[in-house]
T-cell receptor, first 111, second 114 residues
Framework: SQQGEEDPQALSIQEGENATMNCSYK?????LQWYRQNSGRGLVHLIL?????REKHSGRLRVTLDTSKKSSSLLITASRAADTASYFCATAVGGTYKYIFGTGTRLKVLA | EAGVVQSPRYKIIEKKQPVAFWCNPI?????LYWYLQNLGQGPELLIR????????DSQLPKDRFSAERLKGVDSTLKIQPAELGDSAVYLC????????????FGPGTRLTVL
């Protein structure tokens, strides 16, 4: 079973626009990570946010975490065609380092 | 630094045949994961190793799946016999371990069972 649910399932935007995707989870967590997966490839780690953090930035990426709502969001600013990929959140269930991935958001950036 | 290596990249077999996947993690990474990814879904953990010990294999269907990580480095995941529903991508990942950590994924093996 998958603990995380990403929303929306699919997103199509124009190059230069911002893309926001959300992740909701069910149980307490140690940390939450976001990964990107290009078609036919393995996953690439983007950013990790710990349960005691509320916001984190990395280049054009901004991640927020609201543990009271059990949700996180990933914002990609000034999107590029190369950002076209599936994005997954992964949560480490509280007290363990067992990572559970969400269902993914398929982002398409149109040039 | 070399990434996680998996082989083969693609495998097509008949149902009821055995199949094995191999993974070489990043040098020095103590933690190794095997995931299964169905089309349009996120990866699902099959087994996690800390060195040569399987510390979480609760999701591994042990009637037909087996895994080993001899000497705490390379790992092999085996399915015997394969069923039609096993068609998926099998991903291997590694991390340095010891806490919440970035996982580095290999390219995966795409298995098709006919």
């Amino acid at each position: 079973s998958q603990q995380g649910e990403e929303d929306p399932q699919a997103l199509s935007i124009q190059e230069g626009e911002n893309a926001t995707m959300n992740c909701s989870y069910k149980t307490s967590i140690n940390n939450l990570q976001w990964y990107r997966q290009n078609s036919g490839r393995g996953l690439v780690h983007l950013i990790l946010i710990r349960s005691n953090e509320r916001e984190k930035h990395s280049g054009r990426l901004r991640v927020t975490l609201d543990t009271s709502k059990k949700s996180s969001s990933l914002l990609i600013t000034a999107s590029r065609a190369a950002d076209t990929a599936s994005y997954f959140c992964a949560t480490a269930v509280g007290g363990t380092y067992k990572y559970i991935f969400g269902t993914g958001t398929r982002l398409k950036v149109l040039a | 630094e070399a990434g996680v290596v998996q082989s083969p990249r693609y495998k097509i077999i008949e149902k009821k045949q055995p199949v094995a996947f191999w993974c070489n993690p990043i040098s020095g990474h103590n933690t190794l994961y095997w995931y299964l990814q169905n089309l349009g879904q996120g990866p699902e953990l099959l087994i996690r190793y800390e060195n040569e010990e399987a510390v979480d294999d609760s999701q591994l269907p042990k009637d037909r799946f087996s895994a080993e990580r001899l000497k705490g480095v390379d790992s092999t995941l085996k399915i015997q016999p394969a069923e039609l529903g096993d068609s998926a991508v099998y991903l291997c990942a590694s991390s340095s371990g010891g806490g919440p950590d970035t996982q580095y994924f290999g390219p995966g093996t795409r298995l098709t069972v006919l």
